[in-house]
């Protein structure tokens, strides 16, 4: 058991409360385990490409937000002691809602089929809204603080 591991179950668990999902990965994972199943079905796995490869190098006592080309967004950071699962991810969720026509947009840039417009449609009303002065930032970043043992930064 690490050190931290009550604060980080609490943390996990307030998030999975607010409908937020997280994962404890390492960087050799498949990057199919940051997303949700039902959007691996709609988009497609990509053999052999990694956390690494997603997110390149994540440095200790850093927290990264981190935006993809679907606008999902991620909290990324990389947990004190070394073991397997050594990086969580907070994600997907969106800064805001999207409307129809970015949502079009998206579909149209990632060349995705007509058919899936809908069900990507669905799956970004499913995902939970957090805005730059949520507090779930504060309690990452004392999370952070407190594991760290340094002020959080970004």
Known sequence: MTN?????NFLREVLKKCHIHTALVSH??????????RLISLIGSKPNLTVKKVFGKIEDKTKYIVINEFKFQYIILKLPLVC???ILL??????NPLSSKEILEICEHLQLPLSAQKL???YYLSLP?????D???AM????????WQTPCCN
Not at 4 to 8: A, F, V
Not at 28 to 37: K, T
Not at 90 to 95: E, K, N, Q, T, W
């Open 4 to 8: 931290y591991e009550y604060e980080l």
């Open 28 to 37: 050799l994972d498949s990057a199919d385990s940051m997303f949700d199943p």
């Open 84 to 86: 397997k699962k050594n």
């Open 90 to 95: 907070i994600g997907p969720y969106l800064s």
């Open 120 to 122: 990507l449609k669905d």
């Open 129 to 133: 809204v957090i805005t730059e002065n």
């Open 135 to 137: 507090r779930i930032f």
């Open 140 to 147: 990452v970043d004392t999370f952070c603080e407190n594991i």
